[in-house]
C-alpha cells in the first residue's frame, strides 16, 4: 500500500510539474493559439499608448487618458512551443514579437547558446521580465543583482517548465539592462573574486616598487591571502607558469579573441588546455612575483591588448 501511495504521489509531482500549456503550433496567424497571443499583444500595447497600467497591480503609472476605456488589459497567460529548429533566439523572438529578453528570463537561457539546446520553451503573450526566486547560473545572478537595485513592484508567477516548476517576479514591459544584456551575450564578465578591494586601477601610475613611471595593464583587488580565485567567463586555459613580475599566473583564453589573465596567485588550480565554466576555481590568492601584499592581478585582453577591466565587469563589485 505504502509503495502504490509513492508511486501515485511521484506520478501526480511528475504531471503537476509538466508544462501543459496550450501548444502554438505554427507560427502564423492560420494556428488559432498565435493569433491569440498576438492579439493580447497588441492589446497590451494600446493599453500603454493610452498611458494605462501595464498590468493591473503592477505598479503606478500614468492615469489613462481622457475617455480611454479601463480595464482592457490582457490577463497573463502561457502558451508552449517546440522551438523551430532553423529559428535561433533573435529570429524566434522577432517572429512572437516579444523582446528576447522575456523568452531567454523565462526559459532560464543563460545565453543565445544555451537557448539554441531547448526543445520545448514557454511563451508569455505579455513582453516583460522573468526574474528567478532562486538563480541558478551566473546570468540570473547578475539578473537578481540588477533588479534588487533598480526594478519594483514584481507580480508574482509560478511557471511550470520542461525542467520542473520555478518561481519568478514578473516585471511588465521591462527589458535587459545594458549590463545584463552584456553578459547574456557573452561580452561581460563575472567578477573573479566573492570579494576584494580595488587597490590600482588600469592605466598610468607609480610603479609600486620603483616609484617610476608605469602602464598598469590590469586591476589590482587585494583579498585574503588563499582566497579562491573564480575564472570570470567560460574558456580555455592558455598558459599556466610563473612570471617574474605576475608570479603564479593563469591565462584563459574566451569566445571573441578575449583573454583573461590571473597573477600573483599562490597556487594555480587548473592545467594547460583545460576547458573551464564561468565561476570556476581557478587558483587562489596570493603575494608572489613583485608584490608588495595579497592581492589579484586581473587583466582582460583583446587580440592581444589590454582593455580596462572595469567597464566589462558587473558594478559594485569591490568598486
Known sequence: MRRALCCLLLLFSAAAARPDYPQIRILSPEDELFRQMQADLQDYYKAVNRGLPTLPGAGRSSPPAAGAPAGQFPPLRFFSLARPEKMDLFALAARLNLPYGTLATLNGAAGP?????????????????????????????????????????????????????????FYPGQDLSAVERAFFLNILFRFPLPIGQLTSAYGPRPDPLTGSPDFHHGVDIAAPEGLEVQAARDGLVELVGFDPVLGNVVVLGHEGGYQTVYGHLSVALV?????????MIVGKVGSTGQSTGAHLHFEVRRKGSSRDPLPLLPPGNGQ
Do not use: C, M, W, Y
Open 113 to 169: 547558446a544555451p537557448f539554441t539546446g531547448l526543445q520545448l520553451l514557454i511563451v508569455p503573450n505579455l513582453p516583460g521580465l522573468f526574474v528567478p526566486e532562486k538563480p541558478l547560473s551566473s546570468f540570473e545572478e547578475i539578473l537578481v543583482s540588477v533588479t534588487a537595485n533598480s526594478r519594483r513592484d514584481p507580480r508574482p508567477v509560478v511557471v511550470r517548465l520542461p525542467g520542473g516548476t520555478r518561481r519568478f517576479g
Open 271 to 279: 592545467t594547460l588546455h583545460q576547458q573551464v565554466r564561468s565561476g
